[in-house]
């Protein structure tokens, strides 16, 4: 699997679990570790309003916090971001992904496919 395999199972509305870093408000640097079990595509809460920005531009997913939104009443306040620039590891339907094998895989076929264009 690559990585927009990976993104296209995440945002296919499946739940899943990312682990990721999250930004410390105090130090306002990716130093936090968190496990978020998530679902994208829940329309359930929408005003019809949406975001005043392009979450994907910025790198971040919105998504569904599973365990928040069994603790609060306003399914709004489950709503969160998961920043994919931090992402560590997915895992769906029982299998984990590690995004640094992804990466390595992925560069792993582009140098064989340049040895090809250079070995010709």
Avoid at 6 to 31: C, P, R, V, Y
Avoid at 42 to 52: P, R, S
Avoid at 97 to 120: F, G, P, R, V
Wanted: hydrophobic share 40%; glycine share 6%.
């Amino acid at each position: 699997m690559n990585k927009e395999q990976l993104f296209k199972e995440m945002t296919s509305g499946k739940i899943f679990t990312a682990h990721f870093l999250k930004k410390d408000n105090k130090t306002k640097k990716f130093t936090i570790p968190r496990t978020m079990t998530a679902r994208t595509g829940v329309e359930k809460g929408n005003k019809g309003i949406g975001l005043n920005f392009d979450p994907m531009a910025k790198g971040l997913l919105p998504v569904l916090d599973m365990e928040l939104s069994r603790t609060e009443k306003d399914i709004n306040n489950a709503k969160r971001f998961i920043n994919l620039n931090t992402l560590i590891w997915v895992q769906i339907s029982g299998v984990k992904y590690w995004i640094s094998d992804l990466i390595i895989n992925e560069s792993i076929e582009k140098i064989k496919e340049l040895n090809k264009i250079i070995l010709k």
